[in-house]
């Protein structure tokens, strides 16, 4: 089994920047992908990001350009998503998901919200 941890969620300015973390732990070996979704007050939870185990990575088109998601160098069972130029309709509960043989696993999430 693989468990997961989100950290890095906040309150921020438009137009800042946040980075979130994803932590995986348990069964590591066996991760195929790793995914940030998020979900919004009223509105279905939507893919973000995705990172898989060979490094490739996409992003949705509501925030190409401005997000990132990446791999820790030397952590290689952590992932980032670097949130940068936010925008208060990016305000959302950030759930990360690994993705597996074992299935998938959720994290609890992080509360991003971007306010003035």
């Known amino acids: 089994q693989v468990q997961v941890v989100e950290s890095g969620g906040g309150l921020v300015q438009p137009g800042g920047s946040l980075r979130l973390s994803c932590a995986a732990s348990g069964n590591i070996f066996n991760i195929d992908t790793m995914t940030w979704y998020r979900q919004a007050p009223g509105k279905q939870r939507e893919l973000v990001a995705v990172?898989?185990?060979?490094?490739?990575?996409?992003v949705i088109d509501s925030v190409k350009g401005r997000f990132t998601i990446s791999r820790d160098s030397a952590k290689r069972t952590t992932v980032y998503l670097q949130m940068n130029s936010l925008k208060p309709e990016d305000t959302a509960v950030y759930y990360c998901?690994?993705?597996?043989?074992?299935?998938?696993?959720w994290g609890q999430g992080t509360q991003v919200t971007v306010s003035s």
């Open positions: 998901r690994a993705e597996g043989p074992f299935g998938r696993s």
């Open positions: 990172i898989t185990s060979g490094g490739t990575t996409k």
